[in-house]
Nanobody, 114 residues
Framework: QVQLVESGGGLAQPGGSLRLSCAAS????????MAWYRQAPGKQREWVAT???????KYASSVSGRFTISRDNAKNTMSLQMNSLKPEDTAVYYC????????WGQGTQVTVSS
């Protein structure tokens, strides 16, 4: 049974930081292409960042230079370090594993507000 569990969401001020984590089980994590997506109220879910099993990364232009995706294959975890947060980063953030038949986590709320 595949499980992806996100944690680390919460409230941050503009310019602040948060770190999200995704704990995975039931998949071959070492080779899985992992990604973060987010969905703001009233908007479609959008891609944020991807990391391959070998550690290659890609970012959406809206977060490039501010967010850093990483993974620990020994612990089956993926993280998203979010710095210089903006109100428009407010969304539910989802962890995704795989590409063709992906698995999704339940999401964690990130709110950026003063």
């Amino acid at each position: 049974q595949v499980q992806l569990v996100e944690s680390g969401g919460g409230l941050a001020q503009p310019g602040g930081s948060l770190r999200l984590s995704c704990a995975a089980s039931g998949i071959n994590f070492n080779t899985a292409i992992m990604a973060w997506y987010r969905q703001a109220p009233g908007k479609q879910r959008e891609w944020v960042a991807t990391i391959t099993g070998g550690g290659n990364t890609k970012y959406a232009s809206s977060v490039s230079g501010r967010f850093t995706i990483s993974r620990d294959n020994a612990k089956n975890t993926m993280s998203l370090q979010m710095n210089s947060l903006k109100p428009e980063d407010t969304a539910v953030y989802y962890c995704k594993a795989g590409v063709l038949n992906p698995f999704w986590g339940q999401g964690t709320q990130v709110t950026v507000s003063s």
